[in-house]
């Protein structure tokens, strides 16, 4: 069975197609749960998703849980502890997915294999008009071969949880870091890597539509919070490297420094 978890905050229009892309899965209904954390928040927005549910997602297992603390780390870890699935699929509440999505994720698993998805990138408002994305170009220099490693360009799916299927077992009791505001997507993907056996890559059809907003959360425009930021990250990075440096990867963990010191200069 496959978790597919859900954080939102204060969520707007776009979480109904977020959700009515999974009502409309065509993965049996007892092959997936979905579990929807509103974080930071409480009504008007529990009570409205709610009632989709009820009304557009009955015949699905829905789950929707409520915390005061805020924070998108702090939501995929309730997430986390409470997935009963064998596979985890992190889905951001502005996105969405293709009706096949889950059905051609879950036909490549094999019990040890990360499945990644095709990347559709595009400005809110527009989803006719596929945006330049360095994630798609990465899918497109891995399908079809077949060896896949994490020193590919398949590393750039890595740099978050969305648009791929991950073991349960991958996870285990390891969470999001929440000391982290930014770059805690990539420390968590680096966490989990020395777990990584083969990758797996799907055909086009299994879509993972990637919204763009005008007025999302952006990394802090403060080169000294940025600066200080960076050098936290790389120091977590160095320090779960060299704790377990037989289990981890030298050229993902050297790109992830890399791009600590890169998210300095270009945030």
Known sequence: ???????????????????????????????????????????PYYTQIQQFIAEHMSALRVRLIQTDTAGVSNARNIGLDAAQGNYIAFIDDDDYVSTTYLQEMQSLTTGDNIVICYPYAFNDGHPEQQLPYRITNAYNQCVGKSHISINSMARKFFSGPCMKLIPATYIGEKRFDLRFKNGEDSLFMFLISNQIKTISITKQNAVYYRRYRSNSANFSTNIKQRFYNALRLISEYT?????????????????????????????
């Open 1 to 43: 069975m496959i978790s597919v978890i859900i954080p939102t905050y204060r969520p707007k229009a776009y979480i109904w197609e977020c959700l009515q892309s999974l009502a409309e899965q065509t993965l049996a209904c007892d092959q997936f749960e979905v579990i929807v954390v509103l974080n930071g928040c409480n009504e």
């Open 239 to 267: 320090r779960i490297y060299f704790t377990h440096i037989q289990e981890y990867n030298f050229i993902f963990f050297f790109t992830r420094i890399l791009g600590s010191i890169r998210s300095i200069i270009n945030p």
